[in-house]
Each structure stands twice: as C-alpha cells, then as structure tokens.
C-alpha cells in the first residue's frame, strides 16, 4: 500500500459542505462541547481545502 494517496473524505464534498463541516466542528471545539482530538478534522478539512488552491479564510464566502 506504500505509495497509495488516499483522498480525505472532505476532498470528495463541494467546498460548500466542507465549510459547514469546518465551522460545526471549530465551534464546538471552542466551546469545549467536543474533544480537542476534533483538531484532527479540522486539520483533514485545511488539507482538502489547499489542495483546492484555497485558504481556510476563502471558506467564510462558502457559509450562505
């Protein structure tokens, strides 16, 4: 399996949903309604949405 490169599952979503997924989880992180280890989504959300050619900052337009 070495060498295989596995798309996350945000990789799959239209960045409208992704954004969704990214604010949900980042708020209830903040508020400490869910595990820190959601950090690990969030960083699955960064990767999917780089590899779009966007920043995390772009998702904001994405939130209608």
């Known amino acids: 399996m070495a060498g295989v490169n596995l ?8 960045l409208d949903m992704v954004a969704h997924f990214f604010y949900h989880i ?3 992180v903040e508020k ?7 950090n690990y ?4 959300i960064y ?3 780089k590899k779009k ?3 995390m900052t772009d ?5 209608k």
């Not at 798309?7 to 239209?14: C, T």
């Not at 989504?41 to 699955?44: A, P, S």
């Open 59 to 63: 998702l904001e337009k994405y939130l």
């Open 47 to 49: 990767k999917a949405v």
């Open 41 to 44: 989504e969030i960083d699955l």
């Open 7 to 14: 798309a996350n599952f945000y990789d799959q979503l239209p």
């Open 32 to 38: 400490g309604k869910l595990s820190k280890s959601l």
């Open 53 to 55: 050619g966007l920043s």
């Open 26 to 28: 980042n708020k209830k």
